[in-house]
């Protein structure tokens, strides 16, 4: 995800007074345990790792909208 | 000063010349390779053939997205029998992330590539150096690029089947760590 990675894109929106609060799922290729942790960390919803299926996408949208 | 030369500095004689003698076996196999070929040629080729894959990837994912998207806006507007029709343009989407999957692998590849390049082009120089020559003119080399450091350090790109997390794996992870401090 050119020029800035999925990870620091989310840290830049978590960095945004008038984003912070947005739902922020992530979608991606990386599936190593150190992607989730640092994702966690940095204020990520969710997590979902590719390839995925519309049942996921789905259910990873309800949990994150229902908690907001 | 005795001139005659003393047995350990004959047997070190001995070593070196048997050293030099296997660097030059060494190094005419090395050019048997023709490794300027394989920099030269074999490997900006291959280069170029996974830059087209790439490239004819993303046009027909494109193309198959286009469509889909069309079956789905008019399945919508033939009520319930469109739910089945958008039931199987769903699974068109989902299989068109192979797409992007695959992209991120031919990257991967590309990079081990370029890897091979710069050793390659180090055997030239450094077997050419050896035997007081050049094998074949071997163009300056960019010093390898630096480690990626922070988020970047962090890709991977999609594991190989059989490797990678199942979302089940994440998701237990996901739910096991604590919630950011900064997270709404």
Redesign the interface.
């Known amino acids: 995800m050119e020029p800035m990675t999925g990870l620091e894109f989310l840290k830049m929106v978590r960095a945004t007074p008038t984003l912070k609060s947005v739902p922020f799922i992530m979608v991606t290729a990386e599936g190593k345990p150190e992607n989730v942790i640092a994702a966690k960390a940095a204020g990520v919803s969710n997590y979902i790792v590719k390839p995925f299926n519309a049942v996921t996408l789905k259910q990873k949208i309800s949990a994150v909208l229902g908690a907001f | 000063m005795s001139s005659t030369p003393q047995p350990v500095s004959k047997r070190l004689l001995e070593h070196m010349t048997q050293l030099l003698q296997r660097i030059e076996v060494a190094r005419e196999e090395i050019t048997a390779l023709r490794p300027g070929q394989v920099r030269d040629v074999h490997l900006p080729a291959a280069g170029d053939e996974l830059d087209a894959i790439k490239s004819a990837t993303e046009s027909a994912t494109q193309t198959i997205l286009d469509a889909a998207e069309r079956i789905s806006a008019t399945a919508r507007s033939l009520g319930e029998p469109g739910g089945k029709i958008n039931d199987q343009v769903?699974r068109i989407?989902?299989a068109c992330?192979?797409q992007?999957?695959t992209g991120?692998r031919v990257t991967k590849v590309f990079s081990a590539l370029k890897e091979i390049e710069l050793t390659v082009s180090g055997l030239v120089r450094v077997v050419g150096a050896l035997h007081g020559r050049e094998i074949e003119a071997a163009p300056a080399v960019a010093p390898p690029a630096p480690a990626p450091e922070g988020?970047?350090s962090?890709?991977?790109?999609?594991?190989l089947p059989g490797q990678?997390?199942?979302?089940a794996d994440?998701?237990a992870?996901?739910d096991s760590?604590?919630?950011?401090s900064?997270?709404?």
């Open positions: 769903m989407f989902e992330t192979f992007d999957i991120q988020e970047r962090l890709l991977h790109g999609p594991q990678q997390s199942s979302q994440i998701d992870l996901f760590l604590p919630t950011a900064n997270k709404p």
